[in-house]
């Protein structure tokens, strides 16, 4: 079992940054993949982005949501398994609860959810 605790989420006006942050503690295997997703009042759950546990200089990839390219930036210190998830120039349509995402050997965990609110 994995265990993932978020913090970071909050209010924020349009323009403003947050930076969201993900433990993950419990049975981790080197291999693995961290990210976070977003769920919006009324729409799926989508992907924001995630990255892989390889090394910085090689082997580490990422994924960004189309919408999210240039403006957020995720990260991971693999010795703490903490990823984070720092949000630069945000929009109102950025407000959703941002949930961490762990896949490692075929299983999947969630995180419980922190609300990020972005006001106009």
């Known amino acids: 079992q994995v265990q993932l605790v978020e913090s970071g989420g909050g209010l924020v006006q349009a323009g403003g940054s947050l930076r969201l942050s993900c433990t993950a503690s419990?049975?981790?295997?080197?291999?693995?993949?961290m990210g976070w997703y977003r769920q919006a009042p009324g729409k799926q759950r989508e992907l924001v982005a995630d990255?892989?546990?390889?090394?910085?200089?090689?082997?580490?990839?990422?994924n960004y949501a189309d919408s999210v390219k240039g403006r957020f930036t995720i990260s991971r210190d693999n010795a703490k398994n903490t990823v984070y998830l720092q949000m630069n120039s945000l929009k109102p349509e950025d407000t959703a609860v941002y949930y961490c995402n762990f896949k490692q050997i075929g299983m999947t965990y969630w995180g419980k959810g922190t609300l990020v609110t972005v006001s106009s």
């Open positions: 990255i892989t546990s390889g090394r910085i200089t090689s082997g580490r990839s990422t």
């Open positions: 419990g049975s981790i295997y080197s291999i693995n993949t």
